[in-house]
């Protein structure tokens, strides 16, 4: 099969491929939506646990395994209701109920594949949750223990580092938009939010946008800074694709000239999971937030957002609601580029 991904396990960070790889889950994904090609997953099973709230991630997955013929299980996993053990040689006899070796093995019996949603920081909560610190954070130990213990295809649907089925989805965006994306100026802003957010979003965002060699700009305020590690990644994805990769701290002064503005709030790094530090460093950070008058000095952008968003703190009214506003597509575009990855890890075929 032309798509197949035959060495590859899972499905953790998109930077973990080739961008060749990247592009034929892009291509693949437009062929599903348009119906120039069809993929099925017939009688095949995927669980899907969610250790944090969502609602396009869980529905995307659900339906794009029923379009499928398969069967997506979600199995509700959320504090309070089913706690895994992740230290390796712990003596449990704590709250834990079972080891995720256990889990993961016994679930890669009865599945074909298993999706993963572990981000901290992604609450119901009113108030900002207190975590450990970055340090902790970005050993995805939630995901990394079910891809090493997982003898079937693991999916990250959102950890403390990546979303890639969010980059994953907006880059196919992009390109249905454009078609040829080299010299396009693609800028991911910083955005103000009442709560600290994950990072993960706005890492897959750029590393994608990096991949369709755009000219990507990151603007954020100072101390908003995305993690050096992963920024060094970015610039290699651009270079490879013959795009660029800059910093800026203006948003007026980077919006000029755009043709996409992706806004997205994150948590500054230095405070991750330590609130009351980092509010402090929201003060006086209102004004960023995405608004016709700084739409004016783009050339003309598209304008988008991975959603959930606040509505007049992110981005106004007259701009999400307006002609240029692409979230929804976005939205949408998530359920096919999940299509092509499941087909492509799991094994899809052209017939029924
Ligand atoms: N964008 C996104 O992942 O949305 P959910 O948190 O609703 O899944």
């Not at 981000?119 to 939630?142: F, N």
């Not at 100026?185 to 750029?206: C, D, F, G, Q, R």
């Not at 000095?297 to 009214?317: G, I, K, S």
């Amino acid at each position: 099969m032309e798509e197949n991904m035959s060495n590859i396990k899972h499905f953790y960070n998109t930077a973990d491929f080739p961008p060749e790889e990247i592009f034929k889950l892009i291509n693949l994904a437009l062929d599903l939506k348009t119906g120039k090609k069809k993929k099925y997953l017939d009688g095949k099973i995927l669980a899907m646990l969610f250790f944090n709230p969502s609602l396009r991630t869980r529905v995307s997955f659900a339906v794009a395994m029923q379009k499928l013929g398969g069967v997506a299980l979600d199995l509700s996993v959320k504090e309070g209701s089913y706690t895994f053990e992740f230290e390796k040689g712990v003596r449990m006899d704590k709250d834990t109920i079972e080891h995720v070796k256990e889990a993961a093995g016994v679930l890669s019996r009865y599945c074909n594949g298993l999706a993963i949603r572990a981000s901290e920081l992604i609450t119901t909560s009113k108030v900002s949750v207190e975590v450990a610190g970055w340090e902790q954070a970005k050993k995805d130990k939630v995901m990394k223990a079910f891809m090493e213990y997982a003898s079937v295809p693991v999916i990250n649907m959102e950890s403390n580092l990546y979303h890639p089925c969010q980059g994953l989805g907006d880059a196919m965006t992009i390109k249905e938009k454009f078609g040829v994306t080299s010299g396009k100026k693609y800028v991911l802003t910083w955005v103000y939010h009442p709560k600290a957010l994950p990072m993960a979003t706005p890492n897959s965002e750029i590393l994608t946008a990096c991949d369709l060699g755009m000219d990507a700009v990151i603007v954020h305020p100072k101390g908003w800074e995305l993690d050096e590690r992963i920024i060094a990644s970015m610039e290699r994805r651009s270079k490879e694709a013959g795009g660029s990769l800059s910093v800026g701290s203006s948003m007026e002064e980077c919006l000029e000239n755009a043709d996409i503005v992706c806004a997205k709030s994150w948590g500054a790094l230095k405070y991750y999971g330590n609130w009351e530090e980092e509010k402090k460093l929201k003060v006086g950070l209102k004004n960023w937030i995405v608004d016709q008058k700084k739409m004016e000095m783009t050339n003309n952008a598209y304008f988008m957002h991975c959603l959930p968003v606040r509505r007049n703190v992110e981005v106004t009214d007259e701009v999400i609601d307006g002609k240029n506003s692409i979230v929804i597509d976005q939205a949408e575009n998530r359920l096919w580029v999940q299509m092509a990855i499941l087909t492509t890890l799991l094994g899809g075929s052209d017939q029924i």
